[in-house]
């Protein structure tokens, strides 16, 4: 694979990383991330973590791993995970993981985590271009193996960029160069229902041979599933939806994005799940090839929802809010009392802290719905 024909969106290389991580350790912010990281340790320590680093493989084990686990240490009640054997059944083949996405950051960081833990080599990670906010932030995805998705461009624009991301991402799968994770859709689920877009399906295949089973098939693409107890950012995306839904449309401030990944951290997050599910089958491939247009790209976006949903992680406070969200008292036996009026507390406390000029009913019915629509969703796909 000539990687040079994808310079403007491939990772940084060993040498780019080591330079970038030297930039980052001078960053004055970072003797207080490593105190609030490992409080026990001098404030020095994640500087010099980043200093020692030569290549990407050591940054992502030595560094990052120790980054994500304290994360979850301060901010988690504890990460389960399922599913690994569905990697392992491709006897070391590389694939496309192709996730739900709840948490700009920690999605793919904790999957990462897991994948080393498990002897699985890392994958590359495609992130927009408009998370690019500055060096620092640039610095730190790149050296992560980001792979470059541009947003924010004209329509010619797009589906050459499209095209040049389809054929980085099914060359570095065939060549066993390195597997890839993936968002379904672009951005993050932020009305809690993990919905595939179409479009991303078709990407796939303008790198295509044009024989449909083989295109899907040599991609070993396998669902995944990320479900956090309190969702991230979860006050933030209710006043987004609110402001859309008012105004027709949402305006991003500056820096916005960074300080979601920010809150994303720092957030409680109660229990974790990660799911990986079995491979798309060549079973549903074929039957998608037999149909005509869109409608092929149709029937995996509902297999792989289907897959995304039935494996998503379903906590009292889903059941709590869709009871609340419904008015009635379906799913009462999956939570208690406590844990109702505790979630109640919880969406006021969280509304509180939001400006007074939003309509506070209505956010919080949002907010509300955040938390129940996962719940409404497994109903609707008949999986409750």
């Known amino acids: 694979m000539n990687l040079s024909e994808y310079e403007s969106i491939s990772p940084y290389t060993d040498a780019e990383t080591v330079e970038a991580l030297a930039r980052v350790a001078r960053h004055p912010a970072i003797p207080v991330i490593s105190k609030y990281l490992f409080p026990t340790y001098p404030a020095g320590t994640l500087r010099g973590m980043l200093m020692s680093v030569d290549s990407i493989d050591e940054f992502q084990e030595a560094v990052m791993s120790k980054v994500v686990k304290a994360i979850l240490a301060k901010t988690s009640e504890g990460l389960e995970y399922s599913g690994i054997e569905n990697l392992k059944s491709l006897e070391g083949k590389k694939f496309v993981l192709f996730s739900n996405h709840r948490d700009i950051i920690l999605d793919p960081a904790i999957m990462q985590m897991v994948l080393k833990d498990n002897d699985i080599p890392f994958t590359e990670i495609c992130v927009g271009s408009n998370l690019l ?12 193996r980001m792979i470059k998705v541009i947003r924010g461009i004209s329509a010619r624009e797009l589906y050459l960029s499209s095209k040049l991301l389809s054929a980085y991402i099914r060359e570095s799968v065939t060549s066993q160069r390195a597997s890839i994770w993936i968002a379904q859709k672009e951005g993050r689920a932020k009305d809690g229902y993990d919905l595939t877009e179409q479009g991303l399906l078709k990407m796939f295949d303008l790198s295509g041979s044009g024989d449909f089973v083989r295109d899907f098939s040599e991609l070993n693409i396998i669902p995944v599933s990320i479900s956090y107890e309190i969702e991230s950012c979860d006050a933030r995306k209710a ?8 105004d027709g449309v949402y305006v991003k401030k500056d820096k916005e994005d960074l300080h979601s990944i920010l809150t994303g951290i ?4 109660g229990h974790i799940h990660l799911s990986f599910c079995k491979p798309l089958s060549a079973e549903i491939i074929a039957q998608a090839a037999e149909l005509k247009g869109n409608e092929r790209y149709h029937l995996l ?6 897959c995304i949903c039935r494996e998503y992680r379903l906590w009292p406070n889903n059941y709590i809010a869709y009871d609340l969200m419904t008015g009635g008292d379906k799913y009462a036996d999956r939570y208690s009392s406590e844990q109702r009026s505790g979630f109640i507390k919880y969406a006021d406390h969280r509304m509180a802290k939001l400006e007074n000029s939003l309509d506070k ?13 996962p719940v409404l969703h497994k109903e609707e796909l008949g999986l409750l």
């Open 133 to 144: 906010s500055g060096r620092l932030v640039e610095d730190l995805l790149r050296s992560n």
């Open 361 to 373: 009913a209505e956010v919080r019915d949002i907010f509300i719905r955040i938390y129940g629509n």
């Open 301 to 306: 976006m509902q297999e792989l929802d289907r």
């Open 266 to 269: 720092r957030q409680k997050k």
């Open 239 to 246: 006043r987004e939806l609110y402001i859309k839904r008012r």
